[in-house]
C-alpha cells in the first residue's frame, strides 16, 4: 500500500481507514505554541486554541508538509473551520491552503442520519478512489492498533500504569503510523507489571476534551490515581468494537464512526452517556473529577443530570473549572479525602 | 422606547399579543396542542397541520424585554448551569421551568406538546432534551449537515434555482427528516397533513415575503429612511412567526402600503438624518432605546438589521411542485446565510451597497458560539470596502453584561469620528 502522502484529520470521526486505503497517513492535527496572527484576525474567541492553531497554522502555509486536510460534522468548530479555511481559500489568493474535504458525519442515531452518513461515507470512499482490498487492510491495520489501545487501557486498569502515562502513549493511536505503533507497544506493554496503584484512591475524568495531561499530572501529584477518562484521546480511543471485517467494508468503517466514536453531536443523551454510566456501574471507582471550564459551552448542560446521576451511586466528586495549578488545593483536598476500596 | 411612527407596527404588536392570548386559552381551555421551537425550523409545517409554534427566540426577545431575564438567567446558574452557557436558547427554558413562571410575560408559556429545534450548534439539542425532560414532552430534532458547495452570492440563486444551490443530499436529507416531524405532528393533531396545503402556504408566503421586498425597496431609495429599524423588525417578525396565514400576508401588505406611502410623501423616519446605519446580529432585546439614541447627537438612524431583508432573500421559493423539499431548502442553509463565510459577510455587504450604509454595528454575542460566528469576516468585508465598523460585543438577552452608559458613550465616540470624515 502506498503510503506517500499525509492527510490531516482534526478528531477522532474522521475514518482512518479510507485516508489510508487511498494511499495517506492520517494525522491528527494538534495544539502547538506559538503565535496564531491568522487567527486573531480571523477567528472570534469562541474558537479553542486547537482549532485556532489548526488555522493559524495552514492559513500560514506552516504546515506545508499536508496533501490534505480532512474535517468531519461532529463538532460544530470544526463546522466552522471548515467554512473559514475555504473562505481565506477563496479570498486570500496568497494563501496556500492544502486539499480540504468535509466529511459529513452526523451523530444523531436517527434512521435518517445512519442512511445518511453511509451514503456520505460512500461518497468519500470514491473521491478518494479506494478499493475493497486497500480498506480491508486498512481496516486490519488500525484493528491491530485498536488492540493495543485496549492493551494499555488494560494495564491501566490493573493499577500498572499512571493514567498520564496511558494518557500520552495513546496519543501515538492519533499521531503515529497505526502499524507502527501497534508493532511497537507489545514489548513496551511487557515490562510494566509493577503495581502503582494498590492504596490509591481510582479517579475518572469526565467532561470537556482534554488537550493533554496536565490534569492526570495534577491528580496524580496529589495522590490520585486516573484509572478512566471519558474521552476519545483517552479511554475511548478505540471504542468498544473493532471495525467489522465480515461485511461490506464501507458499511463497516461507516459504522463504526456512527455508532462507536465519541462526539458532542451525538444524540440522545443515553447514547451520550452509556459509557459513563457504565463505568460508574462497574464499581471500580472512587471519585470522579467533573471538568468543566467557563469557556465549555456543551457539556456544562449534561453536568447537573450526571452529577445527580453519580450522587445516586453515592460516589464523590469534585468540580474544576480551571485545568491550572492555583486550583491545586481542593482538587488535593477532594482526593486526600478519597479512600481506595 | 421611541413613539412608534406606523400604524402597521401597532398592529403589528397587537396581534401578535391577541395571537399569544388566543393561543394560550385554547391551550388551558381545550389542551389544543401546541409546539415550542427554534427560529430556524419550518414553521410552515406546524402551520400547515395548524398546531400553532412559539419561536424560542422571539420568546426569549419578549422575557428580555421585559427585563426579566437576569432573574431567569440567574436561577439557570444557581441550578448547576454555568455562567458560560448559551442564555438566548435557554432563556425561555428557564422562564418555563425555574423559579416563580408566572412572573413570565402574559402569563408564561404553557406546557407544549412538542418541542423542535435544528441542531445548528452542539448545546441546542442539550437545551431542547432538558426542556423536554421537564414537561415529558415530544421532541423532535433536525441534524444539520453541512453545505460545500458554496457559491457567495447565494441570494441570485436561492428563489429560483435553489435545487443546486443547497445541493439535492442535503435537501433529500432533510425531507426524510421532514416526514419524521409530519408523522409527529399527525399523531398530536389528528389532522393528515394535506401537501397542496402546504402548497398554498408557501405560495403565501412568498407573496409576503414579496411584501417585504418591496418596502425594502422602498428604503432603499428614499433619500431618507421612512421606517425605523425597530418598527421593521416589528412588523417582520410578528409575521414571519406566522408566516403564510391570512393575517400574516395582509400585515406585511399593510406594512409595505405604509412604508412606501411614507417614502413617496418624504416623509422621514427621523428628519435630521446624516448617518445611515446597520446593526448586524441579532436585537439587543433588553435596550431597545439603544437604536434611536444616537438620532439626536448625530442624525445617526439605523435604518438596515437582517430581519428586514432576510425575508425576501431568505424565504421566497419559486418553483412549488415539491412543495417538500421548497421548504427543505429554505430550512437548511438558515444558518450558513446569516452567520457563516462566504455567505453572511457577502451577503451584508451587497446589503450595505444598497441601502447606502455610512457605518455598521456589529454583534459578537458573547456566550453564543454560532451566532459569534463569522462576525470576523463580516467587519473585516466591510472596512475593506471603506464601511467603518463598531464591535459590540454583548448578548442579545443577558442584561447583566450590559453596560448601557459606556456603551453610548463609546458609541457616540465612534460617531463623532464617523461624522467628521
Ligand atoms: S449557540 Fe446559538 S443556537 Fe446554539 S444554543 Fe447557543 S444561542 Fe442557541
Ligand atoms: S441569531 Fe442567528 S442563529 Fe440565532 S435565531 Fe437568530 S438567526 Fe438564528
Redesign the pocket.
Same mark, same amino acid.
Given at each position: 500500500m502506498r503510503k506517500d502522502r499525509i492527510a490531516g484529520i482534526t478528531s477522532n470521526t474522521v475514518p482512518w481507514e479510507i485516508l489510508r486505503a487511498a494511499g495517506y497517513t492520517p494525522l491528527l492535527l494538534e495544539d502547538e505554541a506559538g503565535p496564531t496572527p491568522h487567527a486573531d484576525r480571523w477567528m472570534e474567541d469562541v474558537f479553542d486554541r486547537r482549532f485556532r492553531v489548526i488555522f493559524d497554522r495552514l492559513c500560514a502555509g506552516a504546515w506545508n508538509h499536508l496533501d490534505a486536510v480532512v474535517i468531519p460534522r461532529t463538532s460544530e468548530q470544526e463546522h466552522k473551520l471548515y467554512l473559514y479555511l475555504r473562505e481565506i481559500a477563496r479570498t486570500q489568493p496568497a494563501s496556500a491552503i492544502p486539499e480540504l474535504y468535509f466529511y459529513n458525519l452526523l451523530h444523531t442515531r436517527t434512521p435518517e442520519s445512519y442512511d445518511y452518513g453511509l451514503e456520505r461515507t460512500r461518497q468519500m470512499v470514491r473521491d478518494f478512489d479506494a478499493s475493497e482490498d486497500e480498506l480491508r487492510a486498512a481496516i486490519v491495520e488500525s484493528n491491530r492498533a485498536r488492540g493495543r489501545v485496549r492493551d494499555i487501557l488494560q494495564k491501566r486498569r490493573e493499577g500498572r500504569l499512571e493514567g498520564s502515562a496511558a494518557l500520552e502513549w495513546i496519543r501515538g493511536f492519533y499521531s503515529e503510523d497505526r502499524g507502527v505503533f501497534a508493532d511497537r507497544a507489545p514489548d513496551q506493554l511487557k515490562g510494566m507489571n509493577e503495581q502503582v496503584a494498590t492504596h490509591r484512591p481510582h479517579i475518572l475524568i469526565k467532561g470537556a476534551p482534554l488537550k493533554d495531561a496536565s490534569l492526570h499530572h495534577l491528580v496524580e501529584e496529589a495522590g490520585g490515581y486516573v484509572v478512566a477518562e471519558d474521552d476519545w484521546r483517552g479511554s475511548r480511543a478505540a471504542g468498544d468494537t473493532d471495525v467489522c471485517l465480515n461485511k461490506d467494508p464501507v458499511t463497516a468503517i461507516f459504522e463504526k464512526y456512527f455508532y462507536d466514536e465519541v462526539s458532542p453531536r451525538v444524540h440522545p443523551v443515553v447514547h451520550r452517556d452509556a459509557w459513563y454510566q457504565r463505568e460508574i456501574e462497574r464499581g471500580h471507582l472512587d471519585g470522579v473529577l467533573f471538568y468543566v471550564p467557563l469557556e465549555d459551552d456543551v457539556l456544562g448542560w449534561d453536568y447537573p443530570a450526571q452529577l445527580a446521576y453519580l450522587a445516586s451511586r453515592s460516589i464523590p466528586s469534585v468540580l474544576v473549572r480551571e485545568n491550572v495549578r492555583e486550583h491545586d488545593p481542593p482538587l488535593a483536598e477532594f482526593v486526600g479525602s478519597l479512600h481506595r476500596k | 422606547m421611541a413613539q412608534k411612527q406606523l400604524t402597521s407596527t401597532i398592529a403589528a404588536s397587537e396581534g401578535q399579543k391577541a395571537w399569544f392570548a388566543s393561543l394560550r386559552e385554547r391551550v388551558f381551555e381545550t389542551r389544543a396542542p401546541y409546539a415550542i421551537g !427554534?427560529?430556524?425550523m419550518p414553521f410552515e409545517l406546524f402551520q400547515a397541520m395548524e398546531v400553532p409554534m412559539v419561536s424560542n !427566540?422571539w420568546w426569549a426577545a419578549v422575557v428580555s424585554a421585559k427585563r426579566l431575564a437576569p432573574y431567569y438567567l440567574d436561577k439557570l446558574n444557581e441550578t448547576g448551569f454555568h455562567k458560560g452557557l448559551c442564555r438566548?436558547c435557554s432563556l425561555s427554558m428557564a422562564s418555563t421551568v425555574l423559579g416563580d413562571t408566572s412572573q413570565a410575560p402574559w402569563g408564561g408559556l404553557p406546557k407544549p406538546s412538542l418541542l423542535a429545534a435544528r441542531l $445548528?450548534c452542539d448545546c441546542v439539542q442539550r437545551v431542547f432534551e432538558n426542556w423536554a425532560a421537564h414537561f415529558r414532552a415530544e421532541l423532535i430534532l433536525l441534524d444539520a449537515p453541512a453545505a460545500t458547495h458554496l457559491p457567495p452570492r447565494w441570494w441570485e440563486q436561492s428563489r429560483h434555482h435553489w435545487r443546486e444551490l443547497f445541493e439535492d443530499h442535503r435537501l433529500q436529507f432533510m425531507v426524510r427528516q421532514f416526514e419524521r416531524l409530519i408523522a409527529s405532528l399527525e399523531r398530536i393533531s389528528g389532522r393528515k397533513f394535506d401537501p397542496d396545503r402546504l402548497r398554498a402556504l408557501m405560495e403565501r408566503v412568498n407573496r409576503q415575503e414579496e411584501y417585504f421586498e418591496e418596502a425594502k425597496l422602498a428604503i432603499c431609495e428614499a433619500p431618507k429612511t421612512p421606517v425605523r429599524m425597530q418598527e421593521q423588525i416589528t412588523n417582520v417578525m410578528a409575521a414571519q412567526w406566522q408566516r403564510g396565514s391570512e393575517w400574516a400576508v395582509s400585515q406585511a401588505k399593510a406594512f409595505r402600503d405604509e412604508v412606501v406611502s411614507r417614502a413617496a410623501q418624504r416623509i422621514a423616519a427621523c428628519p435630521n438624518e446624516r448617518l445611515r446605519i446597520m446593526w448586524v446580529?441579532?436585537g439587543l432585546w433588553y435596550d431597545l432605546d439603544f437604536y434611536t439614541a444616537f438620532e439626536e447627537s448625530h442624525g445617526a438612524v439605523f435604518v438596515w438589521s437582517?430581519y428586514l431583508a432576510f425575508g425576501p432573500d431568505g424565504y421566497i421559493r419559486y418553483g412549488l411542485d415539491d412543495p417538500l423539499l421548497a421548504l427543505a431548502s429554505r430550512t437548511v442553509s438558515?444558518?450558513e446565510q446569516?452567520?457563516n463565510p462566504p455567505w453572511a459577510n457577502e451577503w451584508i455587504l451587497e446589503q450595505a451597497r444598497s441601502h447606502r450604509i455610512d457605518a455598521a454595528f456589529v454583534l459578537t454575542p458573547l456566550g $453564543?458560539r454560532?451566532?459569534a460566528t463569522g462576525t470576523r469576516f463580516v467587519e473585516i468585508a466591510l472596512e475593506e470596502v471603506g464601511i467603518p465598523v463598531f464591535s459590540v460585543h454583548a448578548d442579545?438577552v443577558d442584561a447583566r453584561l450590559w453596560d448601557a452608559e459606556k456603551m453610548r458613550r463609546d458609541a457616540s465616540l465612534f460617531l463623532d469620528q464617523v461624522g467628521r470624515r
Open positions: - | !427554534q427560529a430556524d !427566540q438566548y $445548528t446580529g441579532a437582517m438558515m444558518n446569516l452567520h $453564543t454560532p451566532s442579545m
